[in-house]
Structures are given as C-alpha cells and as structure tokens.
C-alpha cells in the first residue's frame, strides 16, 4: 500500500484537495462564530456546570460512620433492629 493511498484512503473521506479557499474559510468562521455563540446556543450542559466536584469519603471516614451505626444498633432494644 503506497503512502498516497493512507493519506488519502478511498470512500466516505472527503479529501481537502476539493475544498475551496472560501469553504474552508467560511468553515472557520462558522467554528468562531459557534464558540462566541455558546452561551446563547445552550452550550455543553458538562462543562457549564457551577456546582462543586463530588468528592468520595475515604476509607477511614466510612470506617467511622460504620462503627457509629453499629454502636446505634446495639443500644436499640428492638428486636427487629
């Protein structure tokens, strides 16, 4: 296989060779335009978001809510508990 081949692999590719000056410079503004739009258009719901990242407790903590909760437990005179 010849490296023109690769390059420019036969089927659903569009190749740059037919694009235009004008159509790729349209393409662009249409990207700028987009970009400066994006809070108007809606934007990208993921990456507008305000609210603090969600953090994981670690080990130890859950450790500890677990050793609280059986304390609960064996204090309740419930037999069901």
């Known amino acids: 296989m010849s490296i023109k081949a690769l390059l420019n692999p036969e089927g659903k590719h569009k190749t740059m060779d037919k694009s235009t000056d004008k159509e790729i410079y349209q393409a662009v503004i249409d990207v700028i335009n987009a970009c400066e739009n994006i809070n108007q258009n809606g934007g990208d719901d993921a990456d507008s978001d305000d609210s603090p990242v969600q953090t994981y407790p670690t080990a130890h903590k859950v450790l500890q809510a677990a050793a609280?909760?059986?304390?609960?437990?064996?204090?309740?005179?419930?037999?069901?508990?």
Do not use: V
């Not at 609280?68 to 508990?81: F, G, H, K």
């Open 68 to 81: 609280i909760l059986n304390r609960y437990i064996n204090e309740l005179d419930d037999p069901i508990a």
